[in-house]
């Protein structure tokens, strides 16, 4: 009695063992044997569609089948193993897709619906387990790494936001920001610098929950971002009126003392670098190179006056090179400047500067070419090691030209690109053409910080006007 009842599943269960018609001895052979090229199939005759398919090493298993709403599609069942003959196992992985879809279910759909549940359940253990210190040094460090300004993010996020990082992604809370946010404004902390503060730590939150598959291996570490409803104070009233009046005191023409302090200032750091370069030599250091057939000992000299005639912004000299490709070159033979800004560099539509080289900035650029060594490549200004400058080199260079060239008020180096985009539109330029030359897309910024320049405009505008509307009057 017992063994008659038995029996049945001891078929089924031998059955499941031969689900495939491929034998052993077959499958051995067909992966052995070198007149079978890669790419060659063996046939499975028990189950329509399952084959083996012959690789450089081994081989795959796959399934052919028609798939309601998919069309005709191929399912890969897994590589063959040499040492369980691993063919039967396939068969039967093959039945239950084969009958999945006979149900009108999709079985590639519902894989890839489990794998995303598997996902955020594994999200959420690492969330409860992983402290944002731990994600920021071992993660987040090493995506940032990979970008040009990522350095910087990082010192951001340390230096603002450290006290976070002893707490678990769950554990923080907005309260938290709400007080960090308080306790700088009380410092009189710019409302800019805390919104870039904190926009640098949601943008680690957000990559943290961010859902993106990188060759099969997940790479999201947590369910949402903690600070998702948070948002940073409006500005208040009183606040817009006090940067609306020292906005255009910013983004203005330098005056003509300003512009002579200037070269004034230029001029004695590079007398300055001469006299210290000749008592070096003179004192020992003969094997230092002599710096007085140099039109510029130093870079920051060119580097200023290219602000000057271009406005670009310093990110962008930075990365100048001298080459005829690239996205951000110097091309003297035709006299062109090419960049594609930083600012813009990671849109899907990056804005583009095409910035024809004027007499004056070509013998500057040349002079500084030929005080450089004649370079074919490389950046137009390096670092000791040929590498791009710290986005900060200019900093203190700057303190001392300002000193040496007695600026009635203290400027910052930015204000050369205010000046190049203040006398254009004074001028009278089309706001689209400087929008092109400043790397902008559109002229709304312009409109927006510039307008104040040309007030006239609208008066004559409107007198026009009028004196047409009295010309024709009804008398």
Not at 198 to 203: E, F, G, H, Q, R
Not at 308 to 320: E, K, S
Not at 337 to 352: G, Y
Not at 459 to 467: D, F, T
């Amino acid at each position: 009695m017992n063994m008659a009842n038995n029996q049945p599943n001891m078929t089924a269960s031998h059955s499941s063992l031969r689900a495939s018609s491929i034998t052993n001895n077959q499958v051995s052979k067909f992966i052995a044997d070198d007149s079978v090229k890669p790419g060659a199939l063996l046939y499975c005759k028990k189950n329509s569609g399952l084959y083996l398919i012959k690789r450089k090493n081994g081989g795959t298993f796959n399934l052919r089948v028609t798939i309601p709403g998919r069309g005709r599609t191929k399912l890969k069942l897994g590589t063959f193993n040499a040492s369980t003959f691993n063919q039967h196992h396939a068969a039967m992985k093959a039945r239950q897709y084969v009958e999945k879809i006979k149900e009108g279910r999709d079985p590639i759909q519902e894989e890839r619906e489990a794998y995303l549940q598997a996902e955020l359940d594994r999200k959420e253990r690492l969330a409860e387990a992983m402290t944002v210190g731990e994600f920021y040094y071992n993660e987040y460090s090493r995506h940032q790494s990979k970008k040009r300004e990522g350095k910087e993010v990082l010192q951001r996020i340390k230096r603002n936001f450290k006290f976070l990082f002893k707490l678990k992604f769950t554990d923080v809370k907005i309260i938290d920001v709400k007080k960090w946010e308080k306790e700088r404004m009380s410092n009189g902390i710019h409302r800019d610098t805390i919104k870039a503060d904190y926009a640098s730590l949601n943008t680690m939150f957000n990559y943290a929950a961010l859902t993106k598959i990188e060759e099969d291996e997940p790479t999201t570490f947590i369910a949402r971002n903690p600070l998702h409803s948070f948002k940073l104070q409006e500005k208040t009233s009183t606040e817009n009126d006090e940067e609306n009046s020292i906005e255009p005191a910013k983004r203005r023409a330098l005056t003509e003392q300003e512009l002579s302090c200037l070269y004034i200032g230029l001029g004695l750091y590079t007398q300055k670098r001469k006299s210290e370069r000749r008592n070096s030599r003179k004192h020992g250091k003969a094997m230092l190179q002599d710096f007085e057939s140099l039109t510029y000992p130093h870079w920051i000299v060119p580097f200023s006056l290219l602000m000057l005639h271009t406005g670009l912004r310093q990110g962008d000299i930075y990365g100048l090179v001298w080459q005829c490709t690239g996205k951000n070159r110097v091309d003297l033979n035709i006299r062109t400047i090419f960049v594609t800004p930083e600012k813009t560099r990671d849109n899907i539509d990056p804005a583009k500067i095409i910035f024809p080289i004027s007499d004056e900035l070509l013998e500057i650029l040349n002079d500084w070419w030929i005080d450089s060594g004649c370079p074919s490549s490389g950046y137009v200004f390096p670092n000791t090691i040929g590498k791009r400058k710290n986005r900060q080199a200019h900093r203190e260079l700057w303190k001392t030209i300002l000193k040496l060239g007695k600026f009635p008020n203290k400027i910052e180096m930015y204000s050369l690109r205010h000046n190049f985009i203040s006398v254009l539109v004074a001028q009278g330029t089309p706001l689209l053409h400087i929008a092109k030359l400043v790397g902008h897309k559109s002229t709304k910024m312009i409109e927006e910080h510039y307008g104040h320049l040309c007030p006239n405009d609208a008066v004559e505008l409107v007198n026009g006007i009028s004196n047409k509307f009295s010309s024709n009057r009804v008398m």
